[in-house]
């Protein structure tokens, strides 16, 4: 079962992929994990995709498609993983696909958790952190016993500028810009399964583990 998450910034794809990684026992694997691994090993990719982040540049595709690659050839892959992160755009998209096929192997999913982007306007300007320690809330869902202080230590809430609606908004347009056209990829090779991230989580679960399973 080799899955790779899409979904915008917030929409909770992060979360679905932690519940299907748990439920299947694969590794939920995000690039983050892959370059810090790399980095902390002293492998040669890893070497290698430092010289490119000292000098605060991206990673070329190339580059992070080998290190893809190398870690979904491990032991613990054998029955599948959870892609989370990558790829972002069709040239990604396209050096996984080749770089898999010379292992004799291929995607069986691309799950889209899709929410509107008001939604998660909503959804991500409702979270407030915690100055001092680091808690999160959110107004709506998760809110402190009073308002603006944290429960644990009792330091100031605030909005990060991360989550104010204007900066969101322009995460999602960048996100759009790069996605869509790789969720349009994944249907044409027809191993898109699109879900209705707006539901309760456990209802988004049972909707994406019903498809895993159909």
Same mark, same amino acid.
């Given at each position: 079962?080799?899955?790779?998450?899409?979904?915008?910034?917030?929409?909770?794809?992060?979360?679905?992929?932690?519940?299907?990684?748990?439920?299947?026992?694969?590794?939920?694997?995000?690039?983050?994990?892959?370059?810090?691994?790399?980095?902390?090993?002293?492998? @040669?990719?890893?070497?290698?995709?430092?010289?490119?982040?000292?000098?605060?540049?991206?990673?070329?595709?190339?580059?992070?498609?080998?290190?893809?690659?190398?870690?979904?050839?491990?032991?613990?892959?054998?029955?599948?993983?959870?892609?989370?992160?990558?790829?972002?755009?069709i040239p990604?998209?396209?050096?996984?696909?080749?770089?898999? @096929?010379?292992?004799?192997?291929?995607?069986?999913?691309a799950i889209?958790?899709?929410?509107?982007?008001?939604?998660?306007?909503? !959804?991500?300007?409702? !979270?407030?952190?915690?100055?001092?320690?680091?808690?999160?809330?959110?107004?709506?869902?998760?809110?402190?016993?009073?308002?603006?202080?944290?429960?644990?230590?009792?330091? @100031?809430?605030?909005?990060?500028?991360?989550?104010?609606?204007?900066?969101?908004?322009?995460?999602?347009?960048?996100?759009?810009?790069?996605?869509?056209?790789?969720?349009?990829?994944?249907?044409?090779?027809?191993?898109?399964?699109?879900?209705?991230?707006?539901?309760?989580?456990?209802?988004?679960?049972?909707?994406?583990t019903a498809?895993?399973?159909?």
């Open positions: 079962m080799k899955i790779i998450m899409l979904g915008a910034p917030g929409a909770g794809k992060g979360t679905q992929a932690a519940k299907i990684a748990a439920k299947y026992q694969i590794p939920h694997i995000s690039t983050g994990d892959i370059f810090r691994a790399n980095l902390k090993a002293g492998t @040669e990719l890893g070497k290698k995709a430092k010289e490119y982040m000292d000098q605060g540049l991206l990673v070329p595709d190339e580059l992070t498609c080998d290190l893809v690659t190398d870690r979904v050839s491990k032991d613990d892959c054998a029955n599948g993983y959870i892609l989370d992160g990558f790829p972002r755009t990604q998209a396209k050096a996984l696909e080749a770089a898999l @096929e010379k292992m004799g192997t291929d995607v069986d999913y889209n958790v899709d929410v509107p982007d008001a939604n998660i306007v909503k !959804r991500m300007s409702g !979270r407030r952190a915690c100055v001092t320690c680091g808690a999160t809330y959110h107004i709506e869902h998760i809110p402190p016993k009073v308002e603006g202080i944290c429960d644990r230590c009792g330091g @100031e809430l605030i909005l990060r500028s991360d989550d104010k609606p204007e900066t969101v908004q322009k995460r999602l347009d960048v996100y759009h810009a790069q996605t869509q056209p790789l969720i349009d990829f994944y249907e044409s090779k027809k191993k898109l399964v699109t879900v209705d991230g707006t539901k309760d989580m456990e209802d988004v679960f049972a909707d994406i498809v895993l399973e159909g």
